[in-house]
């Protein structure tokens, strides 16, 4: 859900409807910006339009408060609109993948136009200057201790803060609200990273139930042992934050996918890039995450987006006279969840 007025409202309405229509609980998720937000770069929100929010001066230049004290009014605004519906929401998410920022208060984005037509990254040098001095590049050449330290001094602590005000606009009309975030694939890699990332949130008074984070396994070959490191990164988790992770995206290629130029289909070890290499690693991973205690869900990103540059990664085959027969990977949580409950019993 994206902070932009106009279509925004009609689109986040008719949603709310048509989920209080099937009586299904809405799961809402608050983008803060204009046009769209992940790990390639978060621009600022677009927040003309709303009643009650009056910047006094242009987003990039405005200091935290004034940036918490205009997201707290919208998302009042926001979840009383979707309130009014007459929907039940069970989750209020507020960011997608944002360890490297969110609502414009970011370092530099890896992909230049992700704020749409004609947008241009404006450091937040009102916040802190040396956010945008950062680049991805120079973060990862830094050594976990230090990634951390500066993800706390300079971005976490205003990543919490931006979202416990929007929380806090949330309860105002919604008082048993309940809150999810999470971080990107590149975090799930990353242990010390993910843990020092929700370390800075709750002491910001951001406190979530369960740790979000995407992990796409295939989507490069660069980083070895992709799974194991996953693995470490729950655990650590767990150890530090008594709190277990939930993939809040997950995909694992069925085939080839190119996605945003690069391949996104390279096999972890004993899993091919098949049908079945999908449904095994699925399968194995949510058998291993419910015996271990260690994974509270997961959740596949776009499993029917059959067709397009997503074919590879969706559980689906690609239509055939209309129709598209499910991959193995339909059942495979199903199927790991039965397995981890027999070997309890066992």
Known sequence: MSSSPGSAVRGRR?????????????????????????????????????????????????????????????????AREILDTGVKVNVWDIGNEIEFGIAGVAIPPMAASIGGPGWKYKAPDAVDPEIGKMTLGRFFMMPSREQVAWGQAHLWNYTGRILAAVAEGIREVDRHARFATHASAIAALMPEVFVGFYQSLDAMGFRTEQLG????????????????????????????????????????????????????????????????????????????????????????????????????????????????VARPALGAIQEGLARAAQSAHA
């Not at 009650?52 to 919208?74: F, N, Q, T």
């Not at 091919?272 to 995450?289: H, I, Y």
């Not at 067709?307 to 129709?323: D, H, I, R, T």
């Open 14 to 78: 008719a949603r709310a409807r048509l989920a209080r229509s099937v009586d299904v609980a809405f799961n809402p998720e608050f983008l803060l910006c204009a046009h769209y937000g992940d790990m390639a770069g978060q621009p600022e929100p677009d927040l003309s339009g709303y009643p009650g929010i009056a910047l006094s001066r242009p987003w990039h230049e405005l200091g935290i408060k004034e940036m918490c004290d205009a997201l707290r009014v919208y998302g009042k605004i926001v």
């Open 213 to 324: 984070v995407s992990y796409y396994p295939t989507n490069t070959k660069i980083i070895p042992d992709r799974l194991n490191r996953f693995k470490k990164t729950a655990v650590l988790a767990m150890e530090r934050l008594q709190r277990p992770p939930y993939i809040a995206e997950f995909g694992y290629a069925a085939g080839p996918v190119i996605y945003s130029g690069s391949s996104w289909a390279n096999p972890v070890d004993n899993y091919p890039c098949t049908p079945d290499g999908q449904a095994s690693f699925l399968r194995d991973l949510v058998e291993w995450g419910a015996r271990e205690r260690l994974l509270a869900g997961i959740r596949p990103w776009a499993p029917d987006y059959v067709g397009s540059g997503w074919q590879g990664m969706a559980m689906f085959e690609a239509p055939q006279a209309k129709l598209a």
